[in-house]
């Protein structure tokens, strides 16, 4: 199956990057990465989540590109990087580490934004140096920090033991999942999308998370049944700010209520009524809207940290 099995035409299409590149993790690992956008603009850098790649981002880079330099990566073993015997919340640090090292200038800041396992891979760096020196401010899209499949509801039985144990096994199962079909189409809604997603969106998610390497998906699966990242939450100090679905069925609004509960600098959070975890396909221009918020706040024009410290972004849609 093709590792690049996105949509190609329409709006949820990935535009062409300005250039690509390859960043090199810690460990060897090799990581595909894309800019978008003018070489002088603000930067924003995206992570995105378990499964997908930088095509999940369409909307976001098609938007933004236009005034800031938008940053995409694939994490190991996703799109076009190549997978990797390592597979840890310490190896997703390395890697956005190496990105921010191949990507922005010594000191230079930028907005960055993590979707589930992309919003867990920025909880897992928010401690490094190198973090902390490019990071102006965060925003979290459909994540959690702990306890991810106790709370996940993709299983419809009552919390408890053997919600956990099936949710572990249907999350984890090494089975194919073969070509995008009306059939997957309706379980791939049914898991991770609100009731109101177009077929359009649907589809798009789906050939996304189809072209993922079983192998790949399976090895993150267990990485994120046992993540622990509650320390990390703490560590992100930046202004964050935090978006969820309340019919997320993968990361429940419990855990973003949690989020807020524990950032040291939250800036604000959105409840979207209805949608579910694909938020920034899903409601791709609220979570768009959250980003230039955010780089107008804390970014100037020439990537450099802003001044407005205390400013909030407003709760709501």
Not at 123 to 130: G, I, P, Q
Not at 143 to 161: D, F, M, N, Q, Y
Not at 268 to 278: A, F, K, P
Not at 305 to 316: L, M, N, P, T
Request: aromatic share 2%.
């Amino acid at each position: 199956m093709s590792r690049l099995m996105h949509v190609a035409h329409g709006a949820y299409a990935p535009p062409a990057p300005a250039r690509e590149l390859t960043a090199v993790s810690a460990d060897g690992a090799r990581l595909h990465v894309e800019v978008h956008g003018p070489k002088n603009a603000p930067p924003v850098v995206l992570a995105h989540g378990w499964t997908c790649s930088t095509a999940f981002w369409a909307a976001q880079i098609r938007d933004l590109a236009a005034d800031h330099r938008v940053i995409a990566y694939d994490q190991r073993g996703h799109g076009r990087s190549p997978a990797s015997a390592t597979c840890t919340t310490e190896a997703l640090a390395d890697d956005l580490e190496a990105v921010l090292a191949a990507t922005l200038a010594p000191g230079e800041k930028a907005v960055l934004v993590g979707h589930s396992m992309g919003g867990m891979t920025l909880m897992a760096a928010s401690a490094r140096a190198r973090f902390r020196e490019h990071a102006a401010a965060a925003l979290l899209c459909s994540t959690g920090s702990s306890r991810l499949v106790a709370e996940a509801r993709v299983v419809p039985l009552r919390a408890g033991r053997l919600r956990t144990r099936l949710t572990k096994s249907v999350l984890g199962s090494r089975a194919p999942l073969g070509p995008v079909t009306p059939l997957a189409l309706r379980i791939l809604k049914y898991a991770t999308m609100g009731p109101g997603s177009s077929p359009g969106m649907v589809e798009a998610c789906a050939r996304i998370v189809h072209a993922c390497p079983r192998n790949v998906r399976h090895a993150w699966s267990v990485v994120l049944d046992l993540v622990d990242l509650d320390h990390g939450v703490r560590e992100l100090k930046v202004p964050t700010a935090v978006v969820v679905g309340t019919a997320d069925r993968l990361t429940p609004v419990v855990h973003a209520r949690a989020l807020v509960a524990a950032l040291p600098n939250c800036v604000g959070v959105t409840e979207l009524t209805g949608l579910g975890h694909m938020t920034p396909v899903e409601a791709p221009e609220l979570v768009t809207s959250r980003i230039r918020e955010l780089v107008g706040t804390y970014v100037d024009g020439t990537g450099s940290a802003g001044s407005a410290e205390s400013a909030q972004i407003k709760e709501g849609a």
